[in-house]
């Protein structure tokens, strides 16, 4: 198995102070993170529609603008399709763009979703994971985002303020890289994230500017001088030839997300892996792997169990699109059996799993060593994931790594009510 293409891997002031030189340290909420991200980005244009829990992120931007400290075009538009369509267009003609949704909402601007990435337009989008209605729950799940997958979306979730932070400008450097040219999406847990806060490093602006360079569509920009078209009507002609651009710019994606860590790491002095994140991983017998906020539960039950001599890391899978294949199979190459985490379903697939045990399935199955595989859903709708949860699973994990009494092929929801 080839090894992963890798990169290099005082006090507090919760004030809103802008040093010129390092910046400030700001107690704020993930979704007020993302809003800074995008004040120091300089977005040009910026579209909002309520819907919870992603509009606090377009409550803090509209702050911010009416306090003078972010100057951009901020429209409230109609309705969830047209916040996408205004801004797709924006980035047609050379601005830097960003919205979000969460939930039904994202689902309701869906046409615009597929037509940005076929057209290779580098937006910027958060989305605060919530359950699909119905029935109704406001709480986090991550089927919202998952379905923009196989579209051309890059996608990312984050477990932590600084990261959405961090990650929102690293969105922006790999999505508006010429090499790529495609939409991001950063997917923050809703309310365990979007509402939560935490202290947050927000660098100067000068900072942000070394790492971030303007947006260029060279030309590609939509521009009376420059008559080109977009949105053609190819059929058959060439609509073969365009996807293949499309999976190419999704390959190259990869290159240029190591690229963008390894300046971030240098320039702000931290980032850490770019596809995942490996936890105790070093000596461990089995492993469980998951994505978002359940990391704070699960490092903690992992760090409970390792007092108890239990050898269990845990592996959170940073970016799903481009999916961390080699990263994956190099870090689960020791372990005996793994664990999946899904905070979402899919009704009827494979083992009748969520959508990452089937995508690591799929990852290891060319690997020399390939583990059990033991696939788990639980925290649905904004169910807590407990310490005594990540217990219970990592119970069942150790049973299929010593070849106990326990299906591997079915997949076991976890704290499911009798």
């Known amino acids: 198995m080839n090894p992963p293409e890798g990169v290099v891997a005082k006090k507090v002031d919760v004030t809103t102070a802008r040093a010129p030189g390092r910046g400030s340290q700001e107690l704020i909420s993930g979704s007020e993170a993302v809003a800074h991200a ?10 909002a529609y309520p ?17 003078g400290d972010f100057d951009c075009e901020y429209m409230v538009a109609e309705s969830e399709h047209s916040q996408f369509e205004i801004v797709k ?48 729950a406001f709480g986090v799940e991550h089927n919202d985002a998952l379905a923009v997958r196989d579209l051309g979306w890059l996608l990312t979730w984050v477990s932590t303020a600084q990261e959405a932070f961090d990650t929102a400008l ?20 809703g309310a365990f994230l ?36 977009i949105a053609p009507q190819a059929n058959e002609d060439w609509v073969m030839e365009i996807r293949k651009q499309n999976d190419m710019a999704a390959r190259r994606a990869r290159d240029v997300l190591i690229e963008a860590y390894g300046d971030f790491n240098a320039k702000f002095g ?6 995942i994140e490996r936890y105790m991983m070093e000596d461990a017998e089995v492993a469980l792997v998951g994505m978002g906020t359940l990391a704070m539960p699960v490092k903690v039950a992992v760090r409970k169990m390792r007092e108890q001599g239990k050898k269990v890391g845990f592996v959170r899978v940073r970016w799903f699109r481009p999916f961390p294949t080699i990263e994956l199979q190099d870090a689960l190459s020791g372990v005996k059996a793994v664990g999946v985490i899904d905070r979402d379903y899919s009704f009827g697939s494979t083992f009748f799993s969520g959508v990452l045990a089937n995508e690591l399935r799929s990852a290891l199955y060319p690997a020399v060593h390939r583990p059990t595989i033991v696939s788990f859903i639980a925290g649905l709708g904004g169910r807590e994931l407990s310490t005594n949860n990540v217990i219970e ?3 069942k994990v150790f049973a299929a790594a010593s070849g106990g009494d326990i299906d591997y092929r079915d997949t076991h929801w976890i704290g499911v009510r009798e």
């Open 38 to 47: 995008v004040r120091l980005a300089d977005v040009d244009v910026i579209t």
């Open 51 to 67: 819907i919870r829990p992603y509009d606090t992120v377009m409550q803090y931007v509209s702050k911010m603008i009416a306090d």
């Open 89 to 136: 267009h924006a980035s047609a003609v050379g601005a830097r763009v960003f919205c979000g949704s969460s939930g039904v909402g994202w689902f309701y601007a869906f046409e615009a979703l597929a037509v940005t990435a076929g057209l290779r337009l580098p937006m910027v989008a958060m989305v605060g994971n919530r359950a699909l209605d119905d029935p109704g």
């Open 170 to 189: 690293i969105a922006y450097r790999v999505a508006e890289d010429k090499r790529v040219s495609l939409p991001c999406a950063i997917s923050c847990d």
């Open 194 to 229: 979007t509402h939560s806060q935490s202290i947050v490093d927000v660098p100067s602006q000068e900072l942000v500017n070394s790492f971030l360079p303007r947006y260029d569509r060279g030309d590609k920009q939509l521009h009376p001088n420059n008559p080109i078209t």
């Open 270 to 275: 931290r980032g850490g892996e770019p596809f």
């Open 393 to 395: 699973i990592t119970g």
